[in-house]
C-alpha cells in the first residue's frame, strides 16, 4: 500500500474529506446503513484530532428518486459521532465557501450532493477533473484532501480522482481497511485451503471473479441465481423466473456460452448444489438435483444437506471470500445456505472477507457478529473490481499523489 493515511497527517489542519454515505432512500427517507458507522470512525478522529471537516458525498444519480440532498445524511452522521454535523445546501458556490470559511477545529460540515454540483459528472480522467471548477474552487481553502469513499473509488468523478492531483492527500480509515482487505487475494499467500463462497443474483460477477481469480481458489461453491445458471449448464432443468422478475432468462441467454466454458476449464473447482429449496403454501421445500424434473420451481435456496457441505468446506479452510448470498436470505425460510456458510466462516479461525451490501446484511440479520470476521466489506462495485484485480481509479491517484 503506498498511499498515505492520517497517520501521516498533522493534527488540526483544515481538510476535505470524501465518504461514500450512498444509501438506500425509502419514500423520501435516508435510511441508515453500515456506511455510516464505517466513516463515522474517521470523522470521529478527525473531531478528536480537532480538524476542522467538510465532507463530500453523492446520493442516487440524477433522475433516480433516490437523488436527494445530504441534509438527512448530515443528521444520521451526527447521530453515529455523538457530535453537531452541519449541512450546507451548496457545494463550491458562495453559501458553501461562507459555511467552510467558519470551520474551526472539531467542526463538520457536509456539504450539498456532489452529483447535483458543475463538474462532478460525466466519469472523465483524473487531469481533466482537476481542472474542473469544482475543483479549483475547493482545493485552495484546505490544507489536505482525504479519500474515505473506497466503495465509490471505481468512479472517475471528480469529488474522487481530481484533488489528489492538486493537493496533498491521503486515505481515510475505511479506504484503508477497505483496500488492505479486498486486495488481499491478489497480495496475500495462504497455505492451505482457499474458498469462494458465491451467490446472489448477478451473473456476470460471478463469471468475472472465477475468470480473473481461478488460479488462486482451490473451491468455488456457488449458490442463488449464479448457482443455477450453473446447475441448468451441467443439464438440470432447473432455473424459472418467479412472478414478473427476470433473473434467470436473460442472464442464461448472455451467459450460457461463457458458464458452459468455465465448466470445461474449471469443472472440478467448482461446487454446485446437490439439493435445492423451493416454496410450496407458504413452506420451504426440499428436493434432489436429480429429482427436479420440471423448469417451473422457483429455487430459492440451496438445500440444507449442500448447506452443511459448504460449511464443512469453510471449516477445512484457510481464507473463505464470500460474495452475493446464497439464496433469499431475507425471507427466514430460505435463509439457511446463506446463514449456514456465514455461521461456519465466523465460527472458523480462518481469513475471511465477505462483501456485497446485499450479503452483509444476512450477518446483522441473523445474529452474527462483525467482528468474527476479518472484513466485512460496505462495498459492492469495488469489491468485485477488487476481487477481479481491476484497479480503482480513486486508489490509483492516492498512491500516485505524493
Ligand atoms: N435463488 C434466488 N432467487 C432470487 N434471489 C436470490 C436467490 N438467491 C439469492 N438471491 C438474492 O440475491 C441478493 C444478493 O445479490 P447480489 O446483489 O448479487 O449480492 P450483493 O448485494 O451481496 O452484492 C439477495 O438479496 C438475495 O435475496
Ligand atoms: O453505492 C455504490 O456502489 P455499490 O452499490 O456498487 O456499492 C457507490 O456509492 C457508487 O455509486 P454509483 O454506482 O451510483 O456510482
Known amino acids: 500500500m503506498t498511499f498515505q493515511t492520517l497517520d501521516d497527517l498533522d493534527d488540526g489542519q483544515r481538510v476535505l474529506v470524501r465518504l461514500d454515505l450512498n444509501s438506500p432512500v425509502e419514500d423520501g427517507e435516508v435510511q441508515d446503513n453500515r456506511r455510516f458507522g464505517r466513516h463515522a470512525a474517521t470523522i470521529s ?33 451526527a447521530d453515529h459521532i455523538d457530535h453537531d454535523v452541519d449541512h450546507v445546501a451548496d457545494t463550491f458556490g458562495g453559501e458553501a465557501l461562507d459555511a467552510i470559511d467558519a470551520l474551526e477545529g472539531g467542526d463538520v460540515l457536509v456539504l450539498e450532493n456532489t452529483r447535483m454540483a458543475d463538474g462532478e459528472l460525466p466519469e472523465e480522467e483524473p487531469e481533466v477533473k482537476a481542472e474542473t471548477e469544482f475543483v ?19 468512479r472517475s468523478h471528480a469529488s474522487l480522482v481530481g484533488f489528489p492531483l492538486v493537493m496533498d492527500a491521503y486515505a481515510g480509515r475505511v479506504m484503508e481497511t477497505e483496500y488492505q482487505a479486498n486486495t488481499a487475494i491478489a497480495e496475500k499467500e495462504f497455505d492451505g485451503q482457499v474458498t469462494m463462497a458465491m451467490g446472489g443474483t448477478k451473473a456476470t460477477d460471478v463469471i468475472g471473479v472465477i475468470d480473473h481469480i481461478g488460479d488462486k481458489i482451490d473451491d468455488f461453491v456457488l449458490g442463488g441465481i449464479a448457482g443455477q445458471l450453473f446447475l441448468r449448464a451441467q443439464g438440470y432443468p432447473i432455473g424459472y423466473d418467479v412472478g414478473d422478475m427476470d433473473l434467470f432468462t436473460t442472464q442464461w441467454e448472455n451467459n450460457q456460452e461463457i458458464i458452459e466454458d468455465i465448466l470445461e476449464e474449471r469443472g472440478d473447482q467448482i ?6 429449496a423451493y416454496g410450496e403454501d407458504g413452506e420451504r421445500v426440499e428436493v434432489d438435483v436429480d429429482d427436479v424434473d420440471e423448469k417451473g420451481l422457483g429455487i430459492m435456496d440451496i438445500g440444507t444437506d449442500t448447506a452443511e457441505d459448504y460449511a464443512e468446506l469453510a471449516r ?5 471470500f464470500v460474495k452475493g448470498a446464497l439464496g433469499v436470505f431475507e425471507d427466514e425460510k430460505f435463509s439457511t445456505g446463506t446463514v ?6 465466523a465460527e472458523t479461525d480462518c481469513f475471511s472477507v465477505v462483501g456485497g451490501g446485499d450479503t452483509s446484511r444476512a450477518i446483522t440479520m441473523y445474529g452474527m457478529s462483525e467482528d ?12 468485485i473490481r477488487a476481487l477481479t484485480g481491476d484497479a480503482l481509479i480513486g486508489v490509483e491517484v492516492l498512491q500516485n499523489a505524493n
Not at 271 to 276: G, P, R
Not at 316 to 320: F, I, K, L, M, Q
Open 45 to 77: 478522529e478527525l473531531v478528536d484530532r480537532d480538524f476542522a471537516v467538510a465532507v463530500m458525498a453523492h446520493q442516487g444519480r440524477p433522475g433516480d428518486e433516490d437523488f436527494v440532498s445530504l441534509s438527512q445524511h448530515a443528521d444520521i452522521l
Open 136 to 154: 479549483q474552487t475547493l482545493a485552495p481553502e484546505f490544507d489536505a484532501y482525504i479519500n474515505d469513499a473506497y466503495s465509490a473509488a471505481h
Open 271 to 276: 461446487t454446485v448444489a446437490h439439493d435445492v
Open 316 to 320: 477445512e479452510s484457510d481464507a473463505v
Open 340 to 345: 449456514t456458510v456465514l455461521e461456519a466462516v
Open 372 to 383: 468474527s470476521f476479518d472484513h466485512v466489506s460496505i462495498a459492492g462495485g469495488a469489491y
